[in-house]
């Protein structure tokens, strides 16, 4: 019964996904454009999609946010002539959209909280209206069926015809590899039903199971995908996951956010840091009622001191903390966390 209702959800979404797959034609103008200040090339493409992977991994989303707001960008960049300049407002907008429609509302980052983690130079009202500019654009059909619902659905009826004995298929990597492969657009032209199967066969022969790979192929036979197709697509994941796992490629999920600070701020941190009075010793000798009267009374005034007339520099976060960064209004630069490739 459960595998019956698996093959039925499969085939419902194959029949739906070219439904969300960008336009070729405008892919294969990305690609072809040279990186300058009027047009969006295939390469600052990439570039902003690392970004995301980045702004993911921060803000906690899930896999899931992140392949939406990939294809919600490919399609809008597909169909729209943009400038560089509008690039980050569009891509921060479409993560915004994905999360409102993947994750739990108390885990949605505020606008506010994007903007300024982001490092982007638009206001929230340039965010909220460049969304309802991609929603109208495509039509309100924002929640796609993407690479990421087949991969998921591919691996439930993996292991529901498995034994546990078997090696084991991890869903986690196969995201991972999914993630690195919609860094780079031309995995955009794929049907995310082949896509994922490309991924989903390239991780079975590396894990040498003859069972999962009779399931694929029991799968690419439903579906009728043809032979030559799923492996012009595994080579070109096979080829991703070669470049990926080299020493030399820098990896989004890796990366660490690096505060930028204006000039003034920097120098008030700084002189701060000196202006911190030191604490009193602590006598090591043996209990003396009246002597500890005083060290108390010394300590007291330590600590008013410390908490009314003095700023202590506080350590930046991890790259994994969520965290509100406090920042003037009079700073030159927003004091956040930039994402550096």
């Known amino acids: 019964?459960?595998?019956?209702?698996?093959?039925?959800?499969?085939?419902?979404?194959?029949?739906?996904?070219?439904?969300?797959?960008?336009r070729e034609?405008?892919?294969?103008?990305?690609?072809?454009?040279?990186?300058?200040?009027?047009q969006i090339s295939a390469k600052c493409?990439?570039?902003?999609?690392?970004?995301?992977?980045?702004?993911?991994s921060f803000f906690g989303y899930s896999t899931q946010t992140f392949v939406q707001a990939v294809n919600l960008l490919d399609r809008f960049l597909a169909m729209m002539k943009i400038q560089p300049k509008h690039l980050s407002c569009i891509a921060i907008s479409c993560l915004h959209i994905a999360a409102k429609l993947v994750e739990e509302e108390c885990n949605i980052s505020s606008s506010h909280d994007l903007i300024r983690i982001s490092q982007c130079k638009f206001t929230i009202?340039?965010?909220?209206?460049?969304?309802?500019?991609?929603?109208?654009?495509?039509?309100?059909?924002c929640k796609a069926v993407t690479a990421f619902t087949f991969l998921h659905l591919y691996h439930e009826i993996t292991l529901l015809h498995t034994s546990e004995r078997k090696p084991h298929l991890s869903l986690d990597k196969l995201e991972v590899q999914?993630?690195?492969?919609?860094?780079?657009?031309?995995?955009s032209k794929a049907k995310p039903s082949v896509l994922a199967l490309a991924l989903l066969a390239?991780?079975?022969?590396?894990?040498?199971?003859?069972?999962?790979?009779?399931?694929?192929?029991?799968?690419?036979?439903?579906?009728?995908?043809?032979?030559?197709?799923?492996?012009?697509?595994?080579?070109?994941?096979?080829?991703?996951?070669?470049d990926y796992s080299s020493p030399e490629c820098s990896k989004p999920d890796n990366k660490k956010l690096v505060w930028i600070l204006s000039r003034r701020t920097a120098q008030n941190l700084h002189s701060s840091y000196y202006s911190v009075p030191e604490l009193p010793t602590i006598p090591?000798?043996?209990?003396?009622?009246?002597?500890?009267?005083?060290?108390?009374?010394?300590?007291?005034c330590g600590e008013d001191s410390l908490s009314s007339d003095t700023e202590v520099p506080?350590?930046?976060?991890?790259?994994?903390?969520?965290?509100?960064?406090?920042?003037?209004?009079?700073?030159?630069?927003?004091?956040?966390?930039?994402?550096h490739f």
């Not at 999914?178 to 995995?187: D, N, P, Q, S, T």
């Not at 029991?218 to 096979?238: F, N, P, S, T």
């Open 45 to 56: 493409r990439d570039a902003k999609v690392e970004d995301l992977w980045s702004l993911t």
């Open 202 to 242: 390239q991780e079975i022969e590396a894990i040498q199971s003859v069972d999962m790979l009779e399931i694929s192929q029991c799968i690419q036979r439903h579906l009728k995908i043809a032979d030559g197709e799923l492996l012009y697509w595994r080579e070109l994941v096979a080829k991703c996951m070669t």
């Open 284 to 300: 090591e000798g043996g209990w003396d009622e009246s002597a500890s009267e005083d060290s108390c009374e010394d300590m007291s």
């Open 25 to 38: 034609k405008g892919l294969n103008l990305l690609e072809t454009t040279l990186e300058n200040d009027k």
């Open 178 to 187: 999914l993630k690195a492969c919609l860094c780079r657009i031309v995995f």
């Open 125 to 141: 009202s340039d965010l909220n209206r460049m969304e309802k500019i991609i929603s109208e654009k495509l039509n309100f059909q």
């Open 1 to 22: 019964m459960e595998a019956f209702k698996l093959m039925r959800e499969l085939k419902t979404n194959f029949e739906q996904e070219s439904i969300y797959l960008p």
């Open 314 to 339: 506080c350590s930046p976060p991890s790259f994994h903390q969520r965290t509100s960064v406090p920042h003037s209004q009079d700073d030159s630069t927003h004091l956040g966390a930039a994402c």
